[in-house]
């Protein structure tokens, strides 16, 4: 079974940071990319932000100079630190994993659970 966990969503005030967390289960033993996504009520989900197994980054023009992705090969988890946030940051936050998993031999996208920011003015 494939799982990326969620972690670090919550209520903040704007001009406050966040930090979340996605670790993907070892059964993804080749991962291509690392990204986080997110859905705010009555919208599509969007693009934030990816990271490359090279470490080559792109994010949102709307986060640019604000949220910074990183990862951590030997965890297998990628993190997503939010500063200067902004009531139009809320929504729900998703984690993808882009990666070949055991007895495959082709990448597949894999989704968290999703974990929820809310910043208030």
């Known amino acids: 079974q494939v799982q990326l966990v969620e972690s670090g969503g919550g209520l903040v005030q704007a001009g406050e940071s966040l930090r979340l967390s996605c670790a993907a289960s070892r059964i993804i033993f080749s991962i291509n990319a690392m990204g986080w996504y997110r859905q705010a009520p009555g919208k599509q989900r969007d693009m934030v932000a990816i990271?490359?197994?090279?470490?080559?980054?792109n994010y949102a023009d709307s986060v640019k100079d604000r949220f910074t992705i990183s990862k951590d090969n030997a965890k297998n988890t990628v993190y997503l630190q939010m500063n200067s946030l902004k009531p139009e940051d809320t929504a729900v936050y998703y984690c993808?994993?882009?990666?070949?998993?055991?007895?495959?031999?082709?990448?597949?996208?894999?989704w968290g659970q999703g974990t929820q920011v809310t910043v208030s003015s």
């Open positions: 990271i490359t197994s090279g470490g080559t980054t």
């Open positions: 993808n994993v882009r990666g070949v998993r055991l007895g495959r031999s082709a990448s597949d996208d894999y």
